[in-house]
Every structure is written in structure tokens, then in C-alpha cells.
């Protein structure tokens, strides 16, 4: 008796977090921010497993009518998130919150940490980008142009336009390859 009652009550915690995750949703595409972060805190109360912390983070952050943006809670938010599993894009958000100081102190090597920890399991342009710029310019890291390189070389692999820009840079001024104009203009390798 006492393992059924244990089961109903989680089942009736699962259906109220999931009525608070439906309810906020439906707040969030109806663009009611402030009432889809009530729906989604009383959710993360009911049930702190459900994944739905990198929306919430969002909802932080973005500017809209209703709400003022909250960095502290969203750096809060995506740092819970990011530590709680292998989240790519959410290691990579709390990464620039890191590098632009939303929410924390400016903090290049946990900045640096956080990019790394981003492509553990998926390679994501954006963050093999940021790599090759800290690297390029010594951001919590030291200077390293073979290094900016190759996280440059991954970036392009993803179709990051940024990255392309930046192997065309590297090429034209020679900084840690030969100077080659013609690959300097394609910005490809």
C-alpha cells in the first residue's frame, strides 16, 4: 500500500510540473513572458529534474515589454543548467555570459572552461569559433595562432561564417600559417 501511494503521489507531482511546463509554454508563445516564468518556477518546484531550465534562462535574458531582463537569474539559471548535464548550446550561453559579464563578473578562463565544455559531445560552430578568437587574442588563454587555427578549421567545418572570416585574417597577415592571399580571399580552406 505504502509503494502505491508513493507512485501516485510522484505521478501526481510529474502531471502538476507538466501542467506548469504546458501552461507556461502557451503563456511563452502567446508572448506573456512574466506568466510563463511563474508557470516554469512553480514547475522547477514541483519537479526540479524537468528540463526546461535553458527556457527559463532565455526568458531571463530576452527584452520584452513586461518583464526587466534578469541576467543574475538567468547566469544563475544556465550556470544550474550547465553543470546539471551535456547541454551544448546552455554551456555555450553561459560561456558569453561569462566573456560580456551578464549576470557575473567577467571571467575569461571560466569563459574558456565553459566553450570547452560545449563541444565535449557536439561540435558547435559558434563555440569552436570563440575558441579561435581566444586563442587569437590571448582571452584566458595564451596567444596561440596554431591553436586559434585549428579550432578556426573545426568552425568552418560547422559553415561558421565568422570562422571563415577569421582563416582569411590568419592567412592574409601570416599569423600562424604561411601567407597565402588566394586562401586569404576565399577565407576556406
Known amino acids: 500500500m505504502k509503494k502505491l501511494t508513493i507512485l501516485l503521489f510522484s505521478i501526481l507531482i510529474s502531471i502538476n510540473s507538466f501542467a506548469g511546463y504546458?501552461?507556461?509554454m502557451d503563456a511563452f508563445r502567446e508572448g506573456d513572458h512574466k506568466t510563463a516564468?511563474?508557470?516554469f518556477e512553480k514547475a522547477l518546484e514541483e519537479d526540479p529534474e524537468?528540463?526546461?531550465?535553458d527556457t527559463l534562462g532565455l526568458l531571463y535574458m530576452i527584452s520584452a515589454e513586461d518583464i526587466d531582463n534578469d541576467y543574475q537569474k538567468a547566469f544563475q539559471t544556465y550556470l544550474k543548467a550547465a553543470t546539471g548535464g551535456p547541454d551544448t548550446h546552455t554551456r555555450y550561453i553561459l560561456a558569453v555570459l561569462y566573456l560580456a559579464g551578464?549576470?557575473?563578473e567577467i571571467d575569461l578562463e571560466?569563459?574558456?572552461?565553459?566553450?570547452l565544455k560545449s563541444i565535449e559531445h557536439v561540435e558547435n560552430g559558434h563555440s569552436l569559433w570563440l575558441l579561435g578568437k581566444n586563442y587569437l587574442h590571448g582571452l584566458g588563454v595564451d596567444k596561440d595562432y596554431k591553436k586559434a587555427l585549428e579550432y578556426f578549421v573545426r568552425a568552418d567545418k560547422q559553415d561558421n561564417a565568422n570562422a571563415q572570416f577569421e582563416l582569411g585574417?590568419?592567412?592574409?597577415?601570416?599569423?600562424g600559417v604561411e601567407k597565402n592571399i588566394p586562401k586569404a580571399q576565399t577565407g576556406r580552406l
Open 22 to 24: 504546458k501552461e507556461g
Open 37 to 39: 516564468i511563474f508557470h
Open 50 to 53: 524537468l528540463d526546461i531550465l
Open 102 to 104: 551578464k549576470g557575473t
Open 110 to 115: 571560466k569563459a574558456h572552461h565553459w566553450l
Open 169 to 175: 585574417h590568419l592567412y592574409e597577415y601570416g599569423k
